[in-house]
């Protein structure tokens, strides 16, 4: 079957899905992060997967969305989607000024660059006063062309949209020139070079989509939490959650970045949650009253973040290609 | 009012010192880390991760065992050592010759294992080592003060800098893993374990940023996450100076300080860690061999 097909299926079964189970907001909530998720990664797979520039600091394209939205829907009175065009703006500019300095040099140097942008963003956000310093930005009642912002669904629809752009982008990649191009560059940059490839501008040009997709979902999530902050949306630990999903669903294909995201963020619900503390104490495998017991209700909710630790490492040295390079093997 | 030009003199000439003072210990981390790198051509991204087992374990030796956070040293170095010499037999050697963005994400992964079990196993709190002289300074002429566990610090940096280059330039061991930080390849064409090289290479680094980050504990908050920060400082420093150059990032970390100083100074210390990654991104755009990095590698 088709790619295309396939991706339109998936994406015809997740519109239905929330008029089959009814609007239970927890239920929608999840699933609303297990797309954004997916649609994070698949955009940062775009630059990291197929032109091999893996970017440590796309937690300051998504702030940067986020945050230009919300300042210019409470400051300027903008609409909501007025607040994302402005948005990609910003971030794009980030990742101009980022692409420029970077892509001349190779190896490690993007990775630790990127990094240091987004610390620069992060910094600045937290001690301007336009963007609310430590306390963050909070949004009052917000509504678009009539249509109720209160409601969860909008933003369901709104990161499928955008997973779906991303997907397709990626699929685009795969079989244009452009594509080609990066990946020549991902295998080896100097034969790329010795081919006439313009190295910086197809880098550049792959960093601006990833960036823009990155952005417009920083919007989006900004405009549905209505409370963004610096450790919200501008920290490295989101960076480094959109690779990790992308590593563990297999870096530079296309369903890679998606099958992580619905593995790893219903884990890190789960996780966060306490199932797994409260569980183990219904069952009186621990008791409540143990020093155990309270040891583990008090900070298993915190655990997902070694959690993801522990993933990482056992990938990287077992499952180097992710999920989807287990089944390529085989092939 | 107008400040007299010999004030704002003595103004600038602390806040050098005390900059000085504190590059010398950034300066232990990043050598650390440009060893590693030189050696085994990874960025090790629980570098800092390392750093803040070394505060926790200065705290801890200090609470528990009532030993002076200096003294602990001949404790701390030794655990780190053989610590960072295990994380590299059963980790890292397996993922040497992987492309970099794999050995980034481990080591990425192993420092987020490292952070999070600090924090359930310590809690969030910050923890603050008070010695009896944690605030007490040495005046020197002209009203210019110097902190104590500072100076402290600086004279302990300086003596392990000092015994590392003579370890690096006088035993055979030493010269070997000069050697492999040279050329891994050529070395090991000369009959150097190149294996155990990257062993003791990690190692050294490993308890190079342990020492660094037991020097800092008395001046800083101790949490899990402390790591973070000094990652970020140690990677410019290393850059400033040259990927894998250890007489580089000796001098970058002295620079990082007095710049971090001057910034908090002259600007806002909200300000100064800006300061220093714009610092980083113009290493990166002028001069992306650092300062005493050999040309054409980047």
Known sequence: ?331 | MLISPWRSIMFFLQSLLSGILTGGVYALAGIGMSLVFGVMNISNFAHGDLMMLGMYMAYFAFTLLHIDPYLSLVLIIPTAFLFGFVLEKVFIHRIISHPHQNQILLTIGLGLIMSNSALLGFTSDPKILTTSYSSSAVHIAGGISLSVPLLLSFVITCGITGVLFLFLSKTTTGLALWATSQNREAAQLMGINVAKMSALAFGLGTALAATAGALIAPTYYIHPMAGHTFLLKAFTICVLGGLGSVVGAGVGGVIIGVVESMSSTYLSSDWKDVVVFIIFLMVLLFRPQGLFGKKGEQ
């Open chain 1, 1 to 331: 079957m088709k790619q295309v097909t396939i991706i339109a299926i998936i994406a015809g079964i997740a519109a239905v899905l929330p008029l089959v189970t009814g609007e239970s907001p927890y239920f929608i909530g999840v699933m609303i992060s297990v797309l954004m998720m997916a649609a994070l990664s698949s955009a940062w797979n775009i630059l990291g997967g197929y032109a091999g520039q893996y970017s440590f600091g796309h937690a300051a394209y998504f702030g940067a969305g986020a945050y230009t939205t919300l300042i210019m829907i409470s400051t300027f009175n903008f609409n909501p989607l007025g607040g994302m065009v402005a948005g990609i703006i910003v971030a794009c500019i980030i990742a101009l000024v980022t692409g420029s300095i970077v892509f001349r040099l190779r190896g490690h140097y993007f990775g630790l660059a990127s990094i240091a942008v987004a610390e620069i963003v992060r910094l600045s956000a937290l001690n301007f006063e336009f963007t609310g310093g430590a306390q963050g930005i909070l949004l009052s009642d917000v509504s678009l062309w009539g249509v109720d912002l209160n409601s969860k669904l909008p933003f369901y629809y709104g990161m499928l949209l955008v997973l779906v752009v991303s997907l397709g982008i990626t699929l685009y990649m795969r079989s244009s020139k452009t594509g080609f191009y990066l990946q020549a560059i991902r295998e080896d940059q100097d034969a790329a070079a010795s081919l006439g490839i313009n190295l910086s501008f197809y880098k550049n040009k792959a960093l601006l989509i990833s960036a823009a997709l990155t952005s417009v979902l920083g919007s989006l999530y900004a405009v549905y939490i209505r409370f963004i902050d610096t450790s919200a949306v501008l920290d490295l630990r989101l960076s480094i959650e959109i690779i990790l999903t992308a590593i563990i669903g297999g870096v530079g294909t296309l369903w890679g970045p998606a099958v992580g995201a619905v593995l790893l963020v219903p884990l890190a619900e789960v996780l966060r949650s306490n199932v797994i503390g409260e569980a183990l104490v219904k069952h009186g495998i621990v008791s409540e009253k143990s020093g155990l017991g309270i040891f583990f209700k008090d900070n298993l909710a915190h655990a997902h973040v070694l959690v993801y630790g522990i993933i990482t490492v056992l990938c990287i040295l077992y499952l180097p290609k992710g999920i989807l390079g287990l089944f390529r093997r085989t092939k």
